[in-house]
């Protein structure tokens, strides 16, 4: 079974001006000998791709800017003649529905899903309009299954942490433009990029030689920017010790690399390299140098900081001795206990810099990549499998309440009358019936979203009570971590952390722990 998500422009019958996007559509047309309306145009080769993919088999969604009521009753026979039906209002009333559209004065509803019959959502609406101005559109969103949407349950995929530059520092920035636009101009990036450009002629396809340059501007590009980033991320903080032995050079590689930098077109101020000139001690006349001896004396900067990096430890006791003793005690004592918390951060996984460099297990030590993972796979996967034959992610509970919740079942289960399935354990099925909701408590006044597909999720945050099992995983995230039922932070334990929370904040549940 494929799931295939389709997203659709009807463009508007406004016809002022070349720009609009009936004029560029109608211009295509024209190109391809096509007289053809581009509003009917769309409606027909909408229809031919739509019973393609339904022919196949596929699941079907799609959705986007009708730039037509969606009530209409030509819409809604288009729609159902092709077997799919309007999944915004499934769950929702269509009579006073907002607009979608914050331009649109006579309350139309421009945007909405559709899916096939047997697609059902399970929670669905669109925010506000002006909530963001630059398109002036809503966003219309929905939930759906696994199992309605691809008739199983995929594994959870593993996702790597991946380490992203810190857009909000303005230096890093800098540094990551200056340093792209330095590796565009030594390619001539830009030049090749307007030639190619200037070489096109609009409605015509590219030539193989035009299709192979494009191919290599963009690697290029990509390159440049891969390379820009690796010269942003090399910072290892404390990875080298402080000593004036390793700071003399470094002053000396620094200032060789501003004066190239600014050789090279960057903009770097004068008091700056004056100031970096004064603490490297250069005494030669950097004015009348060229680009090639500024490059030879910026590597032979860089092969003396290589050499003093090597015994930067030594370096650093050697500098502290030649402190008076009461501040050797000082600085000592003070760089053991950084030292100690950097360890207490790296274990308590707080530290950004988490490379593993060895592993001891049964009494052997692993210092290579592929050692490493061969050790620490297995016990890893065994954690991650730990809790998959809890009761809420097995049959029969996970066919019942699904990963994002069944509201009629949850509603039984606060009134009290739900009744568990056969095969369901014993813990889970006293659990159910301990889970009815005491009597006193007031349903939020925001609980009950329907009719109102404006409004937001976070807006019924409230209402604990009237959460499913599945959405409210997430807002009792802090309680997951903390708990001792929780396998190392695995995710496919959330409904048994969730299981354990609620014994934990309802006294007559915890009676149920033991089971």
């Not at 139309?108 to 669905?124: E, T």
């Not at 307007?194 to 494009?214: H, V, Y």
């Not at 061969?374 to 990963?403: C, H, M």
Request: some cysteine; proline content about 5%.
């Amino acid at each position: 079974m494929h799931l295939r998500c389709v997203s659709f422009y009807q463009p508007t019958s406004n016809k002022v001006g070349p720009a609009s996007v009936w004029s560029q559509h109608r211009a295509y047309f024209q190109l391809q000998d096509d007289d053809r309306d581009p509003c009917l145009a769309f409606y027909k080769d909408l229809r031919g791709e739509v019973l393609t993919w339904l022919a196949a088999g596929d699941q079907i969604i799609i959705g986007g800017d009708l730039n037509s009521h969606v009530l209409k009753p030509t819409v809604s026979l288009f729609f159902s003649q092709l077997g799919l039906h309007n999944l915004i209002f499934q769950r929702h009333s269509s009579i006073g529905a907002p607009t979608t559209s914050a331009r649109n004065e006579q309350r139309k509803i421009l945007d909405s899903f559709w899916g096939k019959a047997n697609i059902s959502v399970a929670r669905c609406g669109c925010c506000h309009p002006k909530v963001f101005p630059l398109g002036g559109h809503s966003v219309v969103w929905m939930d759906l299954t696994y199992s309605c949407t691809l008739g199983h349950y995929p594994p959870t995929p593993h996702t790597f942490q991946a380490r992203r530059l810190h857009m909000d520092r303005p230096k890093t920035v800098k540094l990551y433009q200056d340093q792209h636009r330095l590796n565009g101009m030594d390619c001539s990036l830009l030049a090749r990029q307007f030639n190619l450009e200037c070489s096109l002629l609009p409605g015509i396809p590219l030539a193989e030689a035009q299709s192979l340059e494009a191919e290599c501007i963009d690697d290029l590009r990509t390159k440049s920017m891969l390379k820009a980033e690796r010269k942003c991320m090399h910072l290892f903080t404390s990875g080298v010790c402080f000593s004036l032995k390793v700071a003399e050079p470094l002053a000396v590689l620094i200032f060789w690399e501003l004066v190239i930098s600014r050789h090279k077109g960057v903009d770097v101020s004068s008091r700056r390299i004056k100031q970096q000139k004064k603490a490297a001690k250069v005494t030669k006349a950097v004015a009348l140098m060229e680009m090639k001896e500024l490059e030879a004396e910026f590597r032979a900067a860089q092969k003396a900081y290589r050499v003093a990096k090597k015994g930067h430890r030594e370096s650093r006791i050697a500098f502290i001795d030649t402190f008076p003793a009461k501040d050797q005690d000082q600085i000592k004592r003070n760089e053991e206990a950084r030292e100690m918390g950097r360890m207490a951060k790296l274990i308590t996984g707080k530290l950004e810099s988490k490379k593993v460099t060895s592993v001891l297990y049964q009494g052997r030590t692993y210092e290579t990549k592929q050692s490493i993972d061969q050790v620490l796979l297995p016990i890893n996967e065994a954690k991650v499998q730990a809790s998959e034959d809890t009761a809420y992610w097995i049959s029969p509970l996970r066919q019942v309440f699904g990963d994002m919740g069944n509201q009629v079942a949850e509603d039984a289960v606060l009134a009290g009358t739900y009744q568990p399935p056969p095969g369901t354990p014993r813990g889970a099925r006293l659990f159910l019936q301990h889970a009815k909701k005491p009597t006193g408590i007031v349903d939020s006044p925001l609980g009950n979203h329907h009719g109102r597909p404006h409004l937001c999720y976070e807006e019924v945050q409230g209402s604990y009570h009237r959460r499913s099992l599945g959405s409210a995983r997430w807002h009792v995230q802090s309680q997951w971590q903390s708990s001792r039922a929780c396998p190392a932070g695995c995710f496919h334990a959330l409904p048994f952390q969730l299981h354990w929370v609620l014994l934990q904040a309802v006294p007559n549940l915890r009676q149920c722990a033991a089971s």
